[in-house]
């Protein structure tokens, strides 16, 4: 099947002009990794639905009852896309930190510890400190003078459980690692991420899980960076939980999901609570819940944010994953072989791990002030920084002592901490935005170069 972004997309998206210091050119957006624009289906989908939008739940009218039914298709499309067991829920969330944080809530009320990798994203981590602390605390209460004292305490006690299994120099994880720790230690669950942020680099996923379920361990993966690029089962690869965000699949209206058991997610009391998700609260206060998705679907829903997300996976269906794997790593593979050639190019991606993401620096140059040119001259939208996975960056660039560091965030200069820069593809790219971009990345190259005979 051939892609063809000005088919997907609005042409208004695809031809966005912008001012550079050459005059206004299209916009190139490599930010994708991020967040990416909407499909024009979604659009679509999401217009229409607006048609006949009313109340989702409880309403009795035809626009409520309506809304209310293809609000809850949306659960049952997102299923399919990822082959989730017929008795899992679909939680709508806001995003994946969202999921992250509601699955941390129930796994702190359970026995054992929890094993995070040394590449996740802080999203998929530091839920985890946090709910796990605030257990640990206990059921003490405190002044508002002592919450600062407080705040520390939660973060050491949470430290205390989560472990993290690492990564060897080829930035890959060590399964008798994690085999290692799921032995050493009672491990409740296992989170991994499916593909980084920052490398690219996709686990075996299904090998992963078997470790877990090996030692009793549940099975949480977060597939914000993986499912609107790679084929993901939930059933093969053994996912017990699954976490994603809509706008880094093409559905950017504030929309993420947790998919998890049934049988699971009955045990507890909902993650948040108040009207919606109780059918009914007794004169003495006390309330009768649902054992069923609605328990977990407090408030007025975000039922923009879950329809769109189901039309994006229905439409990246019928284009077929595997198309869209192969579109893309066409674009990847052409810049990496590219850059690869350019000796003042640092990469910090390895041709065999490639996915959608080329992480790099130009030598001499700041990840910033590299990102900032590619933006200003050029029109093409990068990232640089830290993306949220600090030890790994601090690793790649060869950093043993943060002392500065911690100096530079204290003294509110955050935005000079070393970083790297990103460029990350997706369906809206096409080979020409490929070849300009490594057509840039040369002239900034020959513009260094230039300079330095000048100041010679």
């Known amino acids: 099947?051939?892609?063809?972004?000005?088919?997907?997309?609005?042409?208004?998206?695809?031809?966005?002009?912008?001012?550079?210091?050459?005059?206004?050119?299209?916009?190139?957006?490599?930010?994708?990794?991020?967040?990416?624009?909407?499909?024009?289906?979604?659009?679509?989908?999401?217009?229409?639905?607006?048609?006949?939008?009313?109340?989702?739940?409880?309403?009795?009218?035809?626009?409520?009852?309506?809304?209310?039914?293809?609000?809850?298709?949306?659960?049952?499309?997102?299923?399919?896309?990822?082959?989730?067991?017929?008795?899992?829920?679909?939680?709508?969330?806001?995003?994946?930190?969202?999921?992250?944080?509601?699955?941390?809530?129930?796994?702190?009320?359970?026995?054992?510890?929890?094993?995070?990798?040394?590449?996740?994203?802080?999203?998929?981590?530091?839920?985890?400190?946090?709910?796990?602390?605030?257990?640990?605390?206990?059921?003490?209460?405190?002044?508002?003078?002592?919450?600062?004292?407080?705040?520390?305490?939660?973060?050491?006690?949470?430290?205390?459980?989560?472990?993290?299994?690492?990564?060897?120099?080829?930035?890959?994880?060590?399964?008798?690692?994690?085999?290692?720790?799921?032995?050493?230690?009672?491990?409740?669950?296992?989170?991994?991420t499916a593909s980084s942020n920052l490398t690219g680099y996709c686990p075996d996923i299904k090998k992963i899980g078997k470790l877990a379920h090996k030692y009793g361990a549940y099975f949480l993966v977060d597939a914000c960076q993986f499912i609107q690029h790679h084929p993901i089962d939930m059933q093969k690869m053994e996912i017990d939980f699954l976490v994603a965000s809509g706008h880094k699949f093409y559905a950017p209206y504030g929309g993420g999901f947790l998919i998890g058991p049934k049988k699971f997610l009955d045990c507890f009391l909902p993650y948040q609570i108040g009207g919606g998700n109780l059918p009914y609260i007794e004169e003495n206060g006390h309330f009768i819940r649902y054992y069923n998705q609605m328990a977990h679907d407090p408030g007025t829903p975000n039922a923009i944010g879950a329809v769109s997300m189901a039309a994006a996976l229905k439409k990246l269906a019928s284009i077929g994953i595997k198309n869209i794997e192969s579109y893309e790593k066409s674009l990847v593979d052409y810049v990496y072989d590219e850059l690869e050639k350019l000796p003042n190019v640092q990469l910090y991606v390895r041709k065999k791990q490639l996915s959608s993401i080329i992480t790099f620096n130009i030598k001499g140059l700041t990840a910033q002030q590299t990102a900032d040119i590619l933006n200003k001259k050029y029109g093409i939208g990068t990232r640089a920084g830290n993306f949220c996975v600090y030890q790994v960056v601090r690793t790649l660039l060869g950093i043993q002592d943060e002392t500065k560091l911690i100096e530079l965030v204290n003294s509110g200069q955050a935005n000079k901490l070393p970083g790297v820069v990103r460029a990350s593809f997706s369906l809206q790219n096409t080979m020409q935005d490929a070849k300009e971009f490594v057509k840039a990345i040369k002239e900034i190259l020959n513009n260094q170069i230039k300079k330095v005979e000048h100041d010679i």
């Not at 009313?54 to 039914?69: A, C, E, F, M, P």
């Not at 508002?144 to 080829?170: A, T």
């Open 1 to 192: 099947m051939t892609i063809s972004p000005c088919r997907l997309f609005r042409k208004d998206i695809i031809d966005f002009k912008v001012k550079t210091t050459k005059g206004y050119r299209r916009y190139i957006n490599l930010d994708n990794a991020a967040t990416t624009p909407p499909l024009k289906y979604v659009e679509e989908t999401v217009s229409k639905y607006m048609e006949s939008y009313g109340s989702v739940h409880r309403g009795s009218g035809y626009k409520s009852k309506k809304s209310t039914d293809v609000y809850e298709k949306s659960r049952d499309i997102i299923k399919d896309f990822v082959n989730a067991p017929k008795d899992d829920y679909v939680i709508f969330t806001g995003n994946t930190t969202g999921g992250m944080n509601t699955a941390a809530y129930f796994f702190a009320q359970l026995k054992g510890k929890v094993m995070v990798s040394a590449i996740e994203h802080s999203s998929s981590w530091l839920p985890w400190i946090k709910s796990e602390g605030l257990k640990l605390l206990g059921k003490q209460q405190y002044q508002l003078n002592e919450i600062e004292e407080i705040n520390e305490k939660i973060q050491k006690l949470g430290l205390s459980q989560v472990l993290r299994y690492h990564i060897n120099k080829k930035f890959e994880f060590d399964l008798k690692d994690i085999e290692k720790q799921l032995q050493d230690n009672q491990i409740k669950v296992l989170v991994l």
